[in-house]
């Protein structure tokens, strides 16, 4: 998709892809083109969905490795001065888990540079506004998704909320479309033009200069939502 824009994407790292960022081998190649390509955005998409017990008993985020993996990530564009975006439907409990806390914190070092503006870690979207459709239904389904991260987006879209689909009501992300795919995985699947606007979003704030005003943001100014 960013190739149709004349920009140059990376590799999905994904489970599907052939990745495993849990494991130390597929880690450090991951570290290490990102130091080699310097990509100038990374999306990080956690898997919310896989959940297991820690050492006292509590319900806690399944495979740590990976998302340790992803907070390096994050860092590292920071450390670059590149950009990145963390994406989570907006009711997730992600957002209450200490791996947010510690973005939060690489984002807001306490003797370190300017921080970045904290709304910039609450920026949310309805992605009907994007797509997707039921395919049962048609019916527009709504999935809020939240971004977190330095990369301020500017589209107007993306900020705005739905307000409504006159006398047709979203669609609820539940319940299955056939007995091997839910409505949750299909949303999941990417129906949606999200990534595309994403990419557009981008390609402005480059032609623009706005890049850099995005990552030096303060933390007085309006909240974005």
């Given at each position: ?37 310097r990509?100038r ?8 969905r ?32 590149d950009?990145?975006?963390l ?5 997730g ?9 510690i973005?939060?914190d ?10 970045v ?11 009907c506004r ?6 049962l ?7 809020r ?5 330095n ?7 993306f ?18 479309l ?35 005003s995005?990552s ?10």
């Open positions: 998709m960013a190739e149709s824009y004349s920009l140059r994407a990376g590799p999905s790292v994904t489970w599907d892809a052939g990745w495993d960022p849990g494991n130390p081998e597929h880690a450090k190649l991951l570290l290490d083109y990102q130091e080699q390509y990509p955005i990374i999306v990080c998409t956690p898997n919310i896989y959940w297991e017990l820690d050492k006292a008993g509590r319900m806690v985020l399944g495979d740590g490795d990976a998302l340790q993996t992803m907070i390096k990530v994050m860092g590292q564009q920071m450390a670059n001065g950009f990145f975006l994406k989570a439907p907006e009711v409990r992600f957002w209450t888990r200490d791996y947010f806390r973005v939060m690489i984002c807001s070092p306490p003797n370190g540079p300017v921080p503006n904290p709304a910039l870690m609450n920026q949310c979207c309805d992605e994007f797509g997707p459709k039921c395919p239904t048609a019916r527009y389904m709504r999935n998704t939240r971004f977190a991260g990369y301020e987006l500017t589209r107007s879209p900020l705005l909320n739905c307000k409504g689909r006159g006398n047709r009501d979203h669609q609820a992300i539940k319940g299955h056939d007995p091997t795919t839910s409505r949750s995985d299909y949303v999941r699947e990417g129906h949606s033009k999200l990534a595309s606007a994403l990419v557009q979003d981008l390609l402005g704030v480059l032609n623009t200069g706005r890049a850099e995005s030096s943001a303060t933390c007085d100014e309006e909240c974005l939502e």
